[in-house]
């Protein structure tokens, strides 16, 4: 059965709003959730992170990444992307490499931390401009009303023999490499996130997730799911169920954003508003 208390999320009760629901699941197998997400509509933030699986701490590797973005994005760095969205992409990229640096430091003062990691995919909203930017194999889905568009390409060791030639898509998912990533966040690599930004439609809904989800839902059940006129917290909830039914090998994780206003925003917003960051295996709370 799943918890219903794991289902979370802001309405949009005011101007220069998203709708957003997001929510976190075990999963059939996994005794722990390292997974994490943060839905935050006053600074139009919404993060999905996945520790990274096998790995020391990766609970702990998702968390104090989310906290980090969340940290580094301050309201004066957000105020310079709304009065300047070219400075977007590379507040958004700091913010990422930021938290990498956190989760480095993190691995070099305490032991039982070192070599832990995890993927990040994240998104700002300026009104119905998406800025969106990622590390790892953590998703994000735009779903109009004709088709499921991925947006993001995964860091793995076979989407990187893909691009170069030396593995089909038919090898690649087959291969024993796909679940290897090739960037992580904490990991002792440089990094280079990858960014868009993109002008969302009426109607358009953007999906993040981790690869519990994608992993096991394939594409045609995504886009009859995201795409019904169900309230959008019981699509997050069929999602869910869906990768419960298909297996539910994985934590699960999945925030459901849809823009509600065509302009943009000339101040920080005014209205009702709950900030929601999950934490798994623990009481849901908001601020």
């Known amino acids: 059965m799943i918890d219903l208390k794991k289902f979370l999320g ?6 220069n709003q ?7 699941d075990t999963g059939k ?4 959730n390292e997974d994490y997400f943060l839905i935050d509509p006053q600074k ?46 590379q507040l958004i990229k700091e913010s990422i490499t930021f938290a990498h640096s956190r989760l480095q430091e993190m691995g070099q003062k305490n ?24 590390i790892g194999d953590s998703r994000a889905y735009l779903i109009d009303e004709s088709k499921l568009e991925l947006l993001t390409t995964d860091h793995t060791v ?40 993109k002008d969302l439609q009426k109607g358009d809904r953007l999906l993040l997730c981790t690869d519990g989800l994608w ?32 297996g539910g090998n994985d934590n699960i994780t999945c925030v459901l954003i849809e823009p509600q206003n065509n302009t943009l925003p000339s101040s920080r917003p005014t209205g009702n508003y709950h900030r929601v960051f999950f934490y798994p295996d623990k009481t849901p709370g908001t601020s």
Request: hydrophobic content about 40%.
């Open 158 to 197: 076979v989407m990187e023999l893909m691009k170069k030639g030396k593995m089909t898509p038919e090898e690649a998912r087959g291969s024993d490499l796909k679940n290897h990533l090739s960037q992580a966040l904490g990991v002792p690599i440089n990094i280079e996130p990858d960014y868009i930004c």
């Open 18 to 24: 998203e709708l957003a629901y997001g929510a976190t």
């Open 111 to 134: 032991p039982s931390y070192r070599g832990m990691g995890c993927t990040v995919v994240m998104a700002i909203f300026v009104g119905n401009t998406m800025h969106l930017a990622h």
């Open 44 to 89: 139009h933030l919404y993060i999905v992170s996945d520790g990274m699986g096998g790995h020391n701490a990766g609970e702990i590797a998702s968390l104090n990444a989310t906290n980090a973005i969340d940290e580094y994005l301050s309201e004066e760095k957000l105020g310079k992307i709304y009065r300047n969205p070219a400075l977007a992409a």
């Open 29 to 32: 197998i996994r005794k722990a």
């Open 215 to 246: 992993n096991l839902v394939d594409d045609l059940a995504l886009f009859k799911i995201l795409s019904s006129q169900r309230p959008h917290q019981k699509i997050i909830q069929d999602l869910v169920h869906e990768a419960n039914k298909a």
């Open 10 to 15: 802001p309405s949009a009760t005011s101007i």
